[in-house]
């Protein structure tokens, strides 16, 4: 009789269950296929290892020991508001608060991964200022109005996500937003409950944020209209707008911001007058323009002329064609090209304080001019780029999203 338990009993046993290498799984896994592949690679890993560690220990012991953060707390209000008015900040905080609650409404209701990180991103983003104004010493109630409007961003999320709201009156939203938004900010006039604010006196990130979020929003639909225009088979249209597209791209936005803020006042009529915030936002929507005109042409470009074809054979005219059937494909396609630029508009705000505006980056020159701040430059520009990286991060981190919820790159 065979001694084989297998045979003996009539049932066959599980095979021993083989698990990989502890070395080819897990960090360690990782480690030793990225960092440490072979004799050199981990030699390499090791010393940048250390020089990176050297690097952030003596950062870390400047920061809490020897940098003077002072130079922040002591000029908060100007960094975030710049010279607005205190006993009318208040209009910044209803502001933020109705845009919390659209962006809330937004998030909960279409469902897209890439809206509701922006959510949750703006909600971060009010929580770690509300702790910078409360070690600022800029009082409670700015504080709490900022805590306030994380929580408005939560509860209307949940609310939509349980009663979701129509995507027009999602978008009418966002228009009385803007609108509301525009008028708490610069008022009413002098005789009315909302005083004028001059926007002479907005600066720091409240004005960087007014420049690119009103460049983003103006420059995308006249862009869309000049790729479209520069396509067009009337021959006026499309001279125009490739005129329009190489001229504005052959000069610098520096030009353009100098055109904008020195000779448009010269060709208005007498007693026409442009307020300064809204001479550069002219100029950087203009020149952005040409630039998202550029990557929508590219993308309808792409677009395989079968769906031309297709969309005439069913009796769609041309600019059926182009709304419905094209444009749409297009403008897929350039997400990754035109965020990418929006992020450089977003950082080509700074340009503004060579015209006497100042932003967030042009605050910090002028608090450098105080002698009570001399040797503050790494404190106070190393705030900035925190700033403007928090700013970058969450736009390419939210077009990472989108890419990925619509499928950009694959096939």
């Known amino acids: 009789?065979?001694?084989?338990?297998?045979?003996?009993?009539?049932?066959?046993?599980?095979?021993e269950e083989l698990r990989p290498p502890a070395t080819e799984v897990g960090v360690l896994g990782w480690l030793n296929h990225n960092l440490f592949s072979s004799k050199l690679n981990g030699i390499l890993s090791i010393v940048l290892g250390v020089?990176?560690?050297?690097?952030?220990?003596?950062?870390?012991?400047?920061?809490?020991?020897?940098?003077?953060?002072?130079?922040?707390?002591?000029?908060?209000?100007?960094?975030?508001?710049?010279?607005?008015?205190?006993?009318?900040?208040?209009?910044?905080?209803?502001?933020?608060?109705?845009?919390?609650?659209?962006?809330?409404?937004?998030?909960?209701?279409?469902?897209?991964?890439?809206?509701?990180?922006?959510?949750i991103m703006l909600t971060a983003g009010q929580l770690m200022?509300?702790?910078?104004?409360?070690?600022?010493?800029?009082?409670?109630?700015?504080?709490?109005?900022?805590?306030?409007?994380?929580?408005?961003?939560?509860?209307?999320?949940?609310?939509?996500?349980?009663?979701?709201?129509?995507?027009?009156?999602i978008s009418l939203?966002?228009?009385?937003?803007?609108?509301?938004?525009?008028?708490?900010?610069?008022?009413?006039?002098?005789?009315?409950?909302?005083?004028?604010?001059?926007?002479?006196?907005?600066?720091?990130?409240?004005?960087?944020?007014?420049?690119?979020?009103?460049?983003?929003?103006?420059?995308?639909?006249?862009?869309?209209?000049?790729?479209v225009g520069r396509r067009s088979r009337l021959?006026?249209?499309?001279?125009?707008?490739?005129?329009?597209?190489?001229?504005?791209?052959?000069v610098p936005l520096i030009?353009?911001?100098?055109?904008?803020?020195?000779l448009f006042p010269l060709v208005l009529p007498e007693g026409l007058r442009i307020y300064n915030v809204i001479r550069p936002i002219g100029g950087i929507t203009l020149f952005s323009a040409a630039y998202v005109a550029e990557n929508v042409r590219g993308g309808l470009q792409a677009i395989p002329t079968g769906q031309h074809e297709a969309a005439f054979a069913i009796g769609l005219r041309t600019w059926q064609t182009t709304v419905f059937i094209v444009l749409p494909?297009?403008?897929?396609?350039?997400?990754?090209?035109?965020?990418?630029?929006?992020i450089?508009?977003?950082k080509d705000t700074t340009l503004a304080y060579i015209i006497g505006l100042l932003e967030i980056l042009g605050i910090g020159r002028a608090v450098l001019a105080n002698p009570d701040y001399l040797g503050t430059q790494f404190e106070v520009y190393l705030f900035v780029a925190v700033v403007f990286f928090v700013l970058s991060y969450t736009l390419s981190q939210a077009s990472y999203r989108l890419e990925k919820e619509l499928g950009i790159g694959e096939r």
Do not use: C
């Open 344 to 346: 450089s508009l977003l």
């Open 173 to 227: 939203g966002w228009l009385a937003t803007t609108i509301a938004g525009v008028l708490l900010l610069a008022g009413l006039g002098d005789a009315t409950p909302l005083p004028s604010v001059s926007t002479n006196i907005w600066g720091g990130l409240l004005l960087t944020m007014v420049l690119s979020v009103a460049g983003i929003l103006l420059s995308f639909p006249l862009g869309v209209a000049l790729a």
């Open 235 to 250: 021959p006026v249209v499309r001279v125009v707008s490739t005129t329009y597209i190489e001229l504005i791209r052959a």
């Open 329 to 342: 494909q297009a403008l897929r396609i350039t997400i990754p090209a035109n965020v990418g630029l929006f």
């Open 129 to 169: 200022l509300a702790a910078l104004i409360l070690v600022s010493g800029l009082g409670i109630v700015a504080s709490l109005a900022l805590v306030f409007g994380a929580g408005v961003v939560f509860a209307t999320m949940l609310a939509a996500q349980r009663y979701p709201v129509r995507r027009l009156w």
């Open 255 to 262: 030009t353009v911001l100098f055109m904008a803020q020195f």
């Open 51 to 119: 020089i990176v560690a050297l690097v952030i220990w003596g950062l870390a012991q400047w920061a809490v020991f020897d940098a003077r953060w002072d130079v922040i707390t002591d000029n908060m209000r100007l960094f975030l508001v710049g010279r607005y008015p205190p006993e009318e900040i208040w209009r910044v905080w209803l502001t933020l608060t109705l845009l919390s609650a659209t962006t809330g409404l937004s998030a909960g209701s279409s469902g897209i991964g890439s809206v509701r990180m922006l959510a």
């Open 1 to 15: 009789m065979s001694d084989d338990p297998q045979m003996t009993t009539g049932t066959p046993q599980p095979a």
